[in-house]
């Protein structure tokens, strides 16, 4: 047979992929429910600590949500039997959309299969119908945001991460009828520092602009009801859409959008990815509600996560632990190339049983690549110094890691000199 050699040309792909250090190898994972942090890797064989994880409080395991989730697959069954347009809606889906709204402060809110597809929908439906629409995007927003942009076919303009005086200026520059969106993170999640909301707001009212954040690593975690850092800084009355996940912080999977009733129903009936996609299963539709309902009350896994971040942040810097100055629960620790991560977070998996997935191009630029250290509540005083050990052992088995980091990025520099010094 002649012409195209198409498993050829998967094999020099993925050739190429490794030889760049970026092809992705997937842990084999039963996590232990009882701890929630352990789990047994079919792939090596070893029982490890997951480090990595975006359970960030744990919520997947908690007994409230697993009793919730459990009644529920007993009561409704399997799955939800159709798009939420044809039998898919039920009364839990009903219940959840009504909780989020409530949660932010809006009228109404809709439920998406993911964050993803809750960005993708509402982006691309928001930029495709709104008459000569201008987006203006953070550099740093997530993939999901891009893609969405992109679909919509709108003006993209993309300001420098968390400048709000670059956002004036090309705002400012745009033919003041046309509709603009601002669309921006409050957490980011490879740097995990947080965005200038306010200075943002301002602006937004400025250029009468429509304000979209994405919480997706906020919701659950920050607020005194897990609203997220619109609500811990007193400013979800002046965000026009706030799209959230039900992966992260509410422990399962899902994604959602809230805002006014009328455009959260426009979205609702243009968006494809939320119109022709099957609905939630009601039973991981239940365990939400519940994992919500117990963090709107209580704040200890919030508090327990914000403790554990602090101290294995300052126990990092003390042993010379290259650690981005992220404010948040997200402590990325600079590496600088990729090859090395992957030989790094081979080391400390083989070694001593820790579980830290490298992250490297395209989810970050080329030569920042990091380690992504997320603690949870479940986490305990042992795992973090099991955790610090394994971390010096990396950084005295790779004599070339901390200068790389140095050199990595400009921020980063001048903290890691700091640390070496
Ligand atoms: N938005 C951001 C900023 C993310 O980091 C992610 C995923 O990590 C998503 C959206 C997608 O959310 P989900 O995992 O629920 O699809």
């Not at 659950?220 to 009355?237: I, N, S």
């Not at 939400?288 to 942040?313: M, N, P, T, Y």
């Not at 610090?388 to 990396?394: D, K, Q, V, Y």
């Amino acid at each position: 047979m002649t012409g195209f050699d198409y498993r050829q040309f998967f094999t020099d792909d993925l050739a190429q992929l490794r030889e760049e250090g970026r092809y992705r190898v997937f842990a084999d994972l039963e996590r232990e429910m009882m701890s929630g942090i352990y789990a047994y890797d079919h792939r090596i064989n070893k029982r490890i600590t997951i480090w990595c994880s975006n359970d960030y409080l744990s919520m997947g395991v908690h007994p409230d949500v697993i009793d919730a989730a459990r009644n529920a697959l007993e009561q409704y069954g399997a799955g939800a039997g159709g798009t939420r347009n044809i039998s898919g809606t039920s009364h839990e889906h009903v219940m959840l959309e009504r909780e989020l709204a409530e949660l932010h402060g809006k009228e109404a809110a809709l439920l998406f299969t993911s964050g993803y597809v809750a960005n993708d929908a509402a982006l691309s439906s928001l930029g495709r119908h709104m008459p000569c629409c201008v987006i203006f995007s953070d550099a740093l927003n997530h993939a999901s945001m891009i893609e969405g942009i992109r679909h919509s076919g709108a003006d993209k303009v993309i300001f420098a991460h968390n400048d709000w005086r670059d956002l004036e200026r090309k705002i400012a520059s745009v033919c003041k009828y046309r509709p603009k969106l601002i669309c921006f993170e409050s957490c980011y999640s490879m740097d995990g520092d947080f965005a200038p909301i306010e200075a943002i707001c301002d602006i937004a009212d400025r250029y009468n602009a429509f304000t979209y954040v994405d919480e997706v690593h906020a919701v659950g975690l920050y607020g005194p009801h897990g609203a997220g850092v619109t609500e811990r800084d007193g400013l979800q009355g002046r965000i026009d859409m706030i799209q959230g996940t039900l992966s992260k912080g509410f422990g399962a999977i899902g994604g959602y959008i809230a805002g006014t009733h009328e455009a959260v129903d426009f979205i609702r009936s243009h968006a494809s990815g939320f119109i022709f996609s099957t609905a939630l299963p009601p039973s991981v539709v239940a365990g939400i509600r519940a994992a919500l309902r117990h963090l709107r009350e209580d704040g200890a896994q919030r508090q327990a996560l914000a403790r554990r971040a602090a101290s294995l942040k300052t126990r990092m810097i003390e042993n010379g632990i290259p650690v981005m100055p992220s404010p948040s629960h997200i402590l990325p620790v600079m590496i600088g190339d990729a090859a090395l991560a992957k030989a790094i977070t081979d080391h400390l998996m083989v070694e001593s049983g820790i579980y830290i997935q490298p992250i490297n191009y395209p989810t970050v630029p080329r030569g920042t690549e990091r380690l992504r250290i997320t603690p949870t509540p479940l986490h305990t005083d042992e795992d973090e110094a099991a955790l610090i050990a394994a971390l010096i052992s990396a950084r005295d088995a790779f004599p070339g890691w901390l200068p790389l980091a140095a050199s990595a990025n400009g921020n980063t520099q001048h903290d890691v000199l700091e640390l070496q010094s």
